[in-house]
């Protein structure tokens, strides 16, 4: 896969078919960013696994925080890389290594490893790197457009919003 640019269907996807992510590298730190698209994927409905073994056995935003992955109560959907891209590289290899696979493996902004994303590819994972799943979901579901940045999506109607915040709003339906 060319890790240049992702297609909006591939996020899109990624997305809506993931229920579990496991963060590695998660903060307590409200200022941190993994604290707050931890929060944010909570909000949207994600069940979020915090790892970080400095606050293992505590709770950050109401979620037990684990020491690895192999503390895990399962195996998530997607692990979120919180980490340097040279931590992603061998986040990667233990995972392979475990034989415990996730559908995705998540890379954040500034975190690439393409010898390590080839590896997870050829085991059958999607990969995703250099990107933010908050960012994508809030561009993908419109919420960045209706706040007034370029969403690449053009449209005359104002989002309806329902009472509390928008749940699922990738997945098109009326109701989400």
Known sequence: MNHDGYSDAYIKGILDE???????????????????????LLSKGYDVWPINPGQAGKEILGQKVYASMDDLPAIPDMIDIFRNSEAAGQIIDQ??????????????????????????????IKVVMNRCPKIEYGRLSGEIGWAGVNSRTLSS??????????HRGLSGDKDG
């Open 18 to 40: 993931v229920k579990t992510v496991a963060m590695i590298g998660a903060s307590a730190n409200s200022v941190r960013p993994s604290f707050f698209v931890l929060k944010y």
């Open 95 to 124: 995972v392979i290594s475990n034989q415990k696979l996730p559908k995705v493996i998540w890379m954040q902004l500034m975190v690439r490893h393409d010898e390590a994303a080839k590896r997870a590819e050829d085991a059958g």
């Open 157 to 166: 109607k104002r989002p309806s919003l329902k009472s509390g915040f928008q």
